[in-house]
């Protein structure tokens, strides 16, 4: 049945339409999940439509939320469903839902088909961009939870353990971004936060003069820490919340993030070791991620006594420090890392390991000037973009004999993997990871090996 315009108000009793489609509605039948946290519809004269809040399958009224005429795609919201999916349930969250809070693409959807669109959106990038069935990449098709996070349909798993707040300029009031806006949807409970952010009562303070607020809880201690972002020319505020918080702010003029009292750092527990990570780095959000990626990527390499091993983009340390746990004292791991506080962080976590060295850094430019020309490990866990193709070319180069690529961009992941086979390494496993639920967002662990010769 062809998908007919319902209703337009981009006509207007002021004027001819400007040829922006928003706000027009069309009756469309819902087809595949794609990347990016919606499904794909098609206007009767053939225009995809990108429809959030939707399930494949389903015969909805998509609003087009951006767009005009003759554009590639425009973006909708799922405003009223005609024909409901098995798979969906009513939002268990109340601030879910078309024109409401971006946070969550899939409230709609039970845990277990949102992780099956996950594992179609993987299997479709994967052949898309890389030419790989799974059985290629040597992957189940699954896309496993979290521990502990396998729950019934309409509970919501509290994995979030860093929240951005953003603040209503006019009301003080922290809320979340709405999807693809500035605009803020005030909340008084966020359900995907993790107890230890939730238990500060962020949501019940007037936060006027900010602009901003990030909230962490760290996993495996009690640190707490808020980094606030003042709007220019504002007064931090007295913050006085619900339990002891250690405070940072950052800085107008350089970007950069300041203590204002208590620790600069949390303390976060991972793989039998606490590690430092200060000034908001980068951490994995899931509370069992770090040790879920730590598991996967060392039963992939199966790292032996003495070896020699790359840590790339490597963070505040973690997959450094397990793999200098393991390849013992003849053994050795050279990190590198952009982040400059992060360095210090990956140095002081990893200071009992006479045989690491942290660079400070970006890989593309670090890496040939260390003079490397063989390695027998490598891990990457590049930024959602991915290494790309220079990157990867020279690791294919270092001959190593396994290689962990951690992803949390399936699309990527796929471009890189291509490259890599170009460079003579072929996709031994694949592991696909639930580790933000309630999101489009997965985290991929490929091992790689390299080709033999003749096969």
Not at 98 to 126: F, N, S
Not at 265 to 294: I, Y
Not at 388 to 398: D, I, N
Request: aromatic share 4%; glycine share 12%.
């Amino acid at each position: 049945m062809q998908a007919e315009p319902k209703k337009s108000q981009a006509d207007s009793p002021e004027g001819p339409s400007t040829g922006s489609l928003v706000g027009e509605e069309y009756e469309v039948e819902i087809g595949p999940v794609a990347h990016g946290g919606h499904c794909i519809a098609r206007t009767d004269s053939g225009q995809v439509l990108f429809v959030r809040h939707a399930l494949p399958g389903e015969r909805v009224v998509a609003r087009v939320t951006e767009g005009e005429e003759g554009a590639r795609f425009l973006r909708a919201d799922a405003v009223e469903i005609l024909s409901a999916s098995k798979d969906r349930v009513e939002a268990p969250c109340p601030f879910s839902g078309p024109g409401r809070c971006g946070g969550c693409d899939w409230q709609h959807a039970k845990p277990g088909a949102q992780r099956r669109m996950k594992g179609e959106v993987i299997a479709e990038q994967l052949q898309r961009l890389a030419g790989l069935t799974p059985e290629e990449a040597g992957w189940d098709g699954t896309v496993m939870p979290a521990e502990g996070d396998k729950l019934p349909a309409g509970q919501v798993p509290q994995w979030r353990t860093r929240v951005q707040y953003a603040v209503d300029a006019e009301t003080g009031r922290a809320g979340l971004r709405r999807h693809r806006s500035h605009e803020v949807e005030p909340i008084d409970h966020c359900m995907i936060a993790a107890e230890g952010v939730s238990e500060l009562g962020i949501e019940k303070r007037d936060w006027s003069g900010m602009a901003s607020i990030e909230a962490i809880a760290a996993t495996g201690s009690q640190d707490r820490q808020v980094i606030l972002t003042p709007r220019p020319g504002a007064r931090l505020p007295i913050v006085e919340l619900d339990k002891p918080v250690s405070v940072m702010r950052v800085g107008e003029k350089d970007g950069g993030v300041h203590r204002v009292h208590g620790r600069p750092f949390v303390r976060e527990r991972a793989d039998g070791r606490t590690h430092r990570v200060g000034s908001g780095g980068f951490w994995q959000v899931h509370p069992k991620a770090a040790d879920t990626l730590v598991t996967a990527v060392m039963q992939g390499l199966l790292p032996r006594k003495g070896e020699m091993a790359l840590d790339l983009y490597c963070g505040v340390g973690l997959f450094a420090g397990a793999l200098a746990d393991r390849l013992g004292d003849k053994g050795a791991v050279l990190g590198i890392e952009s982040g400059k506080r992060a360095v210090e962080d990956a140095r002081h976590n990893l200071a009992g390991f006479d045989r690491v060295r942290i660079e400070q850094g970006k890989v593309e430019s670090v890496l040939p000037q260390t003079g490397i020309t063989e390695v027998d490990l490598i891990v990457l866990d590049p930024p959602r973009a991915g290494a790309g193709r220079k990157t990867v070319e020279h690791l294919s180069s270092l001959g190593a004999r396994r290689i962990a690529y951690v992803a949390c961009d399936p699309a990527a992941l796929a471009r890189d993997l291509g490259y890599f086979r170009d460079g003579g390494y072929r996709v031994r496993t694949l592991r696909a990871f639930d580790l933000f639920p309630m999101t489009h967002h997965v985290e991929c662990v490929a091992i790689l090996e390299p080709v033999q010769k003749g096969s």
